[in-house]
């Protein structure tokens, strides 16, 4: 290796976003954000078949000796050894050559223990990459950097990231939280209250695959809405595959209570604001970020309860990570990031 690709080792930075159902890795040198489904499917007891968006392909069409999971669940690691196959693999296809001697900056819940966080470290430390530094940053300040906030400055701002096993509710101030919440309540929950509402009222039997392609359907175009699609499942009755049309009054009925438990938390964290941080919210309305953000009644519920804008953004899922790369990318917003506190654990 010659000493000028040596210099280009030690300058590479990775900033990571471990969703539930999506990871997001920015490649620093290269430039580029890859966005995959957080899912891998083994064969028997080790042999790998697929990672990311092609291990959800198989995504229940796979036979039984094929198990097919996603390691992250609540927004933390709960299966450590396959998460650490599937890690690798996607910095690998991240574009990430150089490895070695890299910094990574990682997202992580709020409410996070010391030893969930622990966890997020040592995915890193055991991926084998010979890393230079790890170092954490809470989501709620990676997802208002993303949106282009100045996180530093002593207004507040009011961010909802609904994902996809969790929403995390959070009102920010000088680089800070002040408030936060966390909900286990976001996409996944959408698809089986979407699962069960077909099930009852069409007596269809559909995959949850097909309940999230449903819902992204017919609840993320406003304007030129899509008002019903077809789907195939299985006649609960005759036991026959069969195609049935799905109405988007059905879905959004079905999901409409989980989303008002979004709001009426969001709301109750606006009470619980102080009145000089709650009048900058006042101001600039609610942030929504997140996958499940792209769901156009939920800003529609937002802004009619809390009498709020809510303001939603382009690629929401990718907030967080777009937050993270412009932290790498701006060194006066070096001091949002922070390391683990090893004495804990020596
Ligand atoms: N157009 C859309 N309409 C509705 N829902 C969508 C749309 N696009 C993505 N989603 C949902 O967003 C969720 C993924 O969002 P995101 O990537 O923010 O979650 P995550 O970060 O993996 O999860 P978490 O933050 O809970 O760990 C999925 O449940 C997905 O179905
Ligand atoms: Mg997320």
């Given at each position: 290796m010659t000493g000028k690709e040596t210099n280009k080792?030690?300058?590479?930075?990775?900033?990571?976003?471990?969703?539930t159902s999506n990871i997001k890795i920015y490649n620093h040198h290269e430039n580029d954000i890859i966005d995959e489904k957080n899912i891998i499917a083994i064969e028997g007891k080790n042999h790998?078949?697929?990672?990311?968006?092609?291990?959800?392909e198989m995504y229940e069409k796979a036979p039984e000796n094929i198990n097919i999971c996603y390691p992250i669940a609540n927004g933390v690691i709960a299966d450590i050894?396959?998460?650490?196959?599937?890690?690798?693999?996607?910095?690998?296809?991240?574009?990430?050559?150089?490895?070695?001697n890299s910094k990574y900056i990682?997202?992580?819940?709020?409410?996070?223990?010391?030893?969930?966080?622990?966890?997020?470290?040592?995915?890193?430390?055991?991926?084998?990459?010979?890393?230079?530094?790890?170092?954490?940053?809470?989501?709620?300040?990676?997802?208002?950097?993303g949106l282009g906030l100045d996180v530093n400055s002593a207004r507040g701002i009011m961010i909802v990231d609904v994902g996809a096993d969790?929403?995390?509710?959070?009102?920010?101030?000088?680089?800070?939280?002040?408030?936060?919440?966390?909900?286990?309540?976001?996409?996944?929950?959408?698809?089986?209250?979407?699962?069960?509402?077909?099930?009852?009222?069409?007596?269809?039997?559909?995959?949850?695959?097909?309940?999230?392609?449903?819902?992204?359907?017919l609840t993320s175009n406003d304007e030129d809405a899509v008002k019903a699609v077809k789907v195939f499942g299985r006649d609960i009755v005759t036991g026959l595959p069969m195609e049935r049309e799905i109405r988007a009054d059905l879905v959004l009925e079905s999901i409409g209570e989980l989303l008002y438990t979004i709001v009426d938390a969001a709301k109750m964290i606006l009470e619980r604001t102080p009145p000089e941080l709650s009048s900058d919210i006042?101001?600039?309305?609610?942030?929504?970020?997140?996958?499940?953000?792209?769901?156009?009644?939920?800003?529609?519920?937002?802004?009619?309860?809390?009498?709020?804008?809510?303001?939603?953004?382009?690629?929401?899922?990718?907030c967080v990570v777009r937050g993270i790369a412009r932290i790498i990318d701006d060194k006066t917003l070096d001091g949002l990031v922070g390391e683990i506190n090893e004495k804990i654990y020596r």
């Open positions: 080792v030690a300058t590479n930075v990775f900033g990571i976003d471990l969703g790998i078949c697929a990672m990311g968006d092609e291990a959800f050894e396959s998460m650490q196959i599937l890690f690798r693999g996607m910095l690998e296809r991240s574009g990430g050559r150089f490895l070695r990682m997202s992580v819940p709020t409410d996070i223990t010391e030893v969930e966080k622990r966890a997020f470290y040592d995915l890193v430390h055991m991926a084998n990459v010979r890393e230079k530094k790890i170092m954490f940053v809470e989501k709620p300040i990676a997802d208002a950097v969790t929403t995390e509710i959070s009102v920010i101030s000088l680089g800070g939280i002040v408030l936060s919440k966390l909900l286990q309540v976001g996409g996944n929950h959408f698809d089986d209250a979407i699962l069960l509402a077909i099930k009852k009222r069409e007596n269809l039997l559909i995959g949850k695959k097909t309940a999230e392609y449903i819902k992204k359907e006042i101001e600039n309305g609610i942030y929504l970020t997140g996958g499940s953000s792209n769901i156009v009644e939920l800003a529609k519920i937002m802004a009619r309860e809390t009498e709020l804008d809510a303001n939603i953004s382009k690629l929401p899922e990718e």
